[in-house]
């Protein structure tokens, strides 16, 4: 889409900052119209294996919502998760 990062050294940058907050965020960048959150999934010993994500239609939900009230639960997942695995 038009907000997809298409250039190579933003895109690594990008990549970087993810793998440092240890999630993402993206905006419209593969579907108009819907944005998603999404956290790492580690096995016992901490090798990223998965992920676990929401997807919501941007006229429903914030960014600020799905930061502030989902990724807590996500990230509380994840770790449950790595229990289990």
Do not use: F, M, S, W
């Given at each position: 889409?038009?907000?997809s990062c298409i250039?190579?050294?933003d895109f690594l940058k990008l990549l970087e900052e993810i793998?440092?907050?240890?999630w993402c965020y993206s905006s419209e960048e593969h579907?108009?119209?819907v944005h998603a959150l999404a956290v790492p999934i580690y096995n016992?010993?901490?090798?990223?294996?998965a992920?676990?994500?929401i997807v919501s239609p941007t006229m429903r939900t914030?960014?600020?919502?799905?930061?502030?009230?989902?990724l807590p639960l996500l990230q509380e997942t994840a770790?449950?998760?790595r229990n289990v695995i």
């Open positions: 889409t038009r907000y250039n190579n050294e793998k440092e907050q240890d579907e108009l119209g016992p010993k901490g090798k990223v294996i992920a676990l994500n914030t960014k600020e919502y799905l930061i502030q009230q989902i770790r449950e998760l």
